[in-house]
């Protein structure tokens, strides 16, 4: 893990504001308000959706309750292309359909491969592949084991006037690091158990070397997709 800048991080500003409607691959539709941002630590292009009533651009900003926000890194192999080699798919639509029902924001962060980037995440699939986990491949490699920095993440959702939020997130790596850059984290929320046969070593290297909040008594049950219950 990177260290991220002191609290409060520089300010940002929302770029600019559009409606996009989405299509799931369960045949589902919403719309999404996508927002772009100026002035984010790292230069790269991320993104907010918000979904549900914040889809609407003049949605009123309250003090309570927390906004619920879900922070995915980008996976290119699994959202776009479905790969079972991980869960961020699964967890990418789950998460767009919970804030669609409740209202809230995705921030889509371009932090491929826990910040290492696309070619090196497929090469710690090599690694991978002959028996080191994929904490383990990201050392062999001579990076972190994850490099993922939030600031940009904070960045954004004071820019969107959103300090105060419920994190849709099985990593407290995420909620500490945005404790930390003066975020108000008033609770974590838990993701689904998506296991497939591909993933469930990946999913379990997770648990025991991220403190991810993954019941490792149920990923015995490989080849089966877990969601959460809707609360």
Request: net charge neutral; hydrophobic share 40%; with cysteine.
């Amino acid at each position: 893990m990177l260290v991220p800048l002191p609290s409060p991080p520089p300010p940002a500003s929302i770029r600019t504001q559009v409606e996009v409607p989405l299509a799931l691959p369960d045949g589902s539709t919403t719309t999404a308000r996508v927002v772009t941002f100026n002035g984010l630590v790292d230069g790269l292009e991320h993104l907010a959706f918000g979904l549900g009533r914040y889809a609407e651009r003049h949605t009123a900003v309250g003090s309570s309750p927390a906004t619920p926000v879900r922070l995915h890194s980008e996976c290119l192999t699994g959202d776009v292309f479905g790969s079972q080699r991980c869960d961020c798919g699964a967890q990418l639509r789950e998460s767009i359909v919970q804030l669609a029902t409740e209202g809230g924001f995705l921030l889509y962060l371009r932090q491929e491969g826990r910040g290492i980037g696309l070619y090196a995440k497929l090469d710690t699939y090599v690694l991978q592949d002959v028996g080191l986990d994929t904490y383990e491949a990201n050392v062999a490699l001579g990076y972190a084991v994850d490099q993922r920095n939030y600031t940009v993440a904070a960045q954004m959702l004071l820019a969107l006037g959103q300090p105060r939020v419920a994190m849709l997130t099985n990593n407290p790596d995420k909620v500490a690091q945005l404790r930390r850059l003066g975020i108000d984290v008033v609770t974590q929320v838990p993701t689904g158990l998506h296991v497939s046969d591909a993933n469930v070593r990946y999913l379990a290297a997770k648990a025991r070397h991220g403190d991810h909040t993954l019941d490792l008594a149920q990923l015995t049950g490989a080849g089966r997709a877990r969601p959460r219950a809707a609360p």
